[in-house]
């Protein structure tokens, strides 16, 4: 039975027993089974293996929300693609190279925020942004900090995020936060994002 995790439920797996979970490492290495059923290592045929993949669950949710199809989203799709295409552009450099990501970073900060972004400590790591898109929002129009406040004609986001941070190729660590990204004209900016 699935464990229930704060009312989502986990992905789960179940195998009807060790051989057939064996039969299921060798069928995914050779390319060799077939959907609704198995063979076990001995040549006995199995039930049914049952695995949801986190991964498909969550691409259907992010392609849905990020592209705005869903019907009833508040959103415009200009805005949600914009986003998408700024959270693409930090990812593409990734466990790469971290000159790539910084000029990155600087390339979409707020224009007003340029030399706050240029004052960041040189970075070491990369990271991967891994955005709950379904929780996308938008920032309260009372906040007064000039620094988070949305410039004029701007949308200002909000977007909880996993950050994937990378060493080299290597993940090394992770980390939460809730993005701030405006958007303004198809294009999205972010506020001023150091990476260490």
């Known amino acids: 039975m699935p464990t229930n995790y704060g009312g989502r439920r ?3 797996a179940r195998f009807q027993s060790g051989a057939t979970a064996l039969c299921l490492c ?5 390319g060799g089974c077939t959907a609704g059923s ?3 290592a001995f040549g006995a045929s199995a039930a049914t293996t049952a695995v949801r993949s986190p991964i498909a669950d969550s691409t259907a949710a992010e392609s849905t929300v990020a592209g705005s199809t869903a019907a009833g989203s508040p959103y415009p ?3 949600t693609a914009a986003i998408r295409s700024a959270v693409d552009a930090v990812n593409a450099a990734a466990g790469g190279q971290v000159q790539a990501q910084r000029a990155t970073l600087n390339a979409l900060v707020l224009p007003r925020s340029a030399s706050a972004q240029a004052a960041c400590p040189p970075a070491t790591t990369t990271i991967r942004l891994e955005p709950v898109y379904q929780d ?3 920032a ?3 906040d007064t900090d000039p620094a988070s406040s949305a410039p004029e004609g701007a949308t200002a986001y909000l977007l909880p995020t996993l950050i994937t941070i990378f060493t080299g190729p290597r993940i090394t660590g ?3 936060t809730t993005l701030r990204l405006f958007v303004s004209d198809g294009k999205a900016n972010t506020s001023v994002l150091c990476v260490s």
């Open 10 to 12: 986990r992905p789960f």
């Open 26 to 30: 060798l069928c995914l290495a050779t």
């Open 38 to 40: 198995s063979t076990t």
């Open 77 to 79: 799709p200009a805005d």
């Open 136 to 138: 996308l929002r938008t």
């Open 140 to 142: 309260d129009p009372a």
């Open 174 to 176: 992770t980390d939460l």
